[in-house]
């Protein structure tokens, strides 16, 4: 998604929200208070952040193990096949190199099926902490009486500059952590 696109989508969610606070004081003549997060920032720096990715870790070293394991078997047949290619006959080293292939292939499959394991283990378990930093973001809002939250992350698009005095980042990464101190993530089911 370009950058463009991206600052569209935004100020489309935005203007979607009906209650703002900032309609009010645009209409009073207030000028709207804004805070600035790096969501980005929050997810990785927080305490549920650290744990799905060290469960992350922790299951791909796992599957690199399981991984390496079928490899060095497979490297293992490839050199039997090489040694046995003069010894058999055309049929017989024909049948045996495509079992090989097969299983070459099934390990391709294995390794690409654990990627996509890994990935949608980091993904919920992200989905999880972004489903708890809107809560503690719409509990700021009502405390403080911020009108717009931005998000000043990499790719965001909309934030080019803004005060330190406007970051919120660091308390709600503090909130996040006292609420969501760790989340729970398990490899998908195969």
Do not use: W
Not at 8 to 35: D, F, H
Not at 149 to 164: F, H, R
């Amino acid at each position: 998604m370009t950058n463009f696109l991206r600052l569209i989508l935004a100020l489309c969610v935005l203007a979607a929200v009906p209650t703002l606070p900032s309609q009010r004081a645009l209409a009073e003549g207030k000028a709207p208070v804004i805070a600035v997060i790096n969501y980005a920032v929050a997810i990785r720096e927080s305490k549920a952040g650290q744990s799905v990715r060290e469960q992350v870790d922790k299951q791909r070293a796992v599957y690199e193990k399981e991984i390496k394991k079928a490899q060095t078997k497979l490297e293992d047949a490839r050199q039997e096949l090489a040694q046995q290619q003069a010894v058999l006959s055309p049929e017989a080293f024909a049948r045996k190199r495509q079992e090989f292939q097969r299983q070459a292939n099934e390990l391709q499959r294995t390794a690409q099926s654990r990627k996509r394991s890994l990935d949608q283990m980091q993904a919920d378990g992200f989905r999880k902490i972004e489903e708890e930093l809107r809560k503690i973001l719409h509990e700021l809002v009502k405390e403080r009486g911020y009108d717009i939250v931005m998000n000043a992350g990499p790719g965001a698009g909309a934030i080019v500059l803004a005060s330190k005095e406007l970051f919120i980042t660091e308390e709600v990464v503090a909130r996040l952590d006292k609420k969501l101190p760790k989340v729970s993530v398990k490899p998908a089911s195969e």
